[in-house]
């Protein structure tokens, strides 16, 4: 057996026999519309998104990425930690 020929067995057993050129295609995803300043506010003011921004944080002694909540609170993107909002 050929080098050659020995390659193509190989690829034909992972990849498989060439399902992948025919047959259903899926359906085009759609995409979600982009917000404008508006929605955005709105979105943020419902408390159904919430703002990100770096900040300290008490439990990975360093700065990272929060999620930043609507009563000031914050929690950790990187351990989870929730700290109290600035009164």
């Given at each position: 057996m050929s080098p050659r020929?020995?390659?193509r067995a190989v690829r034909?057993?992972?990849?498989?026999p060439g399902r992948h050129?025919?047959?259903?295609?899926?359906?085009?995803?759609?995409?979600?519309?982009?917000?404008?300043?508006a929605d955005v506010d709105q979105l943020l003011a419902d408390g159904?998104?919430?703002?990100?921004?770096c900040a300290p944080c008490p439990c990975c002694a360093r700065t990272t990425f929060h999620a930043m909540h609507t009563d000031g609170s914050r929690?950790?993107?990187?351990?989870?930690?929730?700290?109290?909002g600035e009164q």
């Amino acid at each position: 057996m050929s080098p050659r020929t020995a390659a193509r067995a190989v690829r034909a057993f992972v990849r498989g026999p060439g399902r992948h050129r025919h047959g259903d295609r899926p359906a085009p995803i759609e995409l979600p519309a982009l917000l404008d300043e508006a929605d955005v506010d709105q979105l943020l003011a419902d408390g159904d998104i919430e703002a990100s921004e770096c900040a300290p944080c008490p439990c990975c002694a360093r700065t990272t990425f929060h999620a930043m909540h609507t009563d000031g609170s914050r929690t950790c993107w990187t351990c989870g930690t929730t700290t109290a909002g600035e009164q």
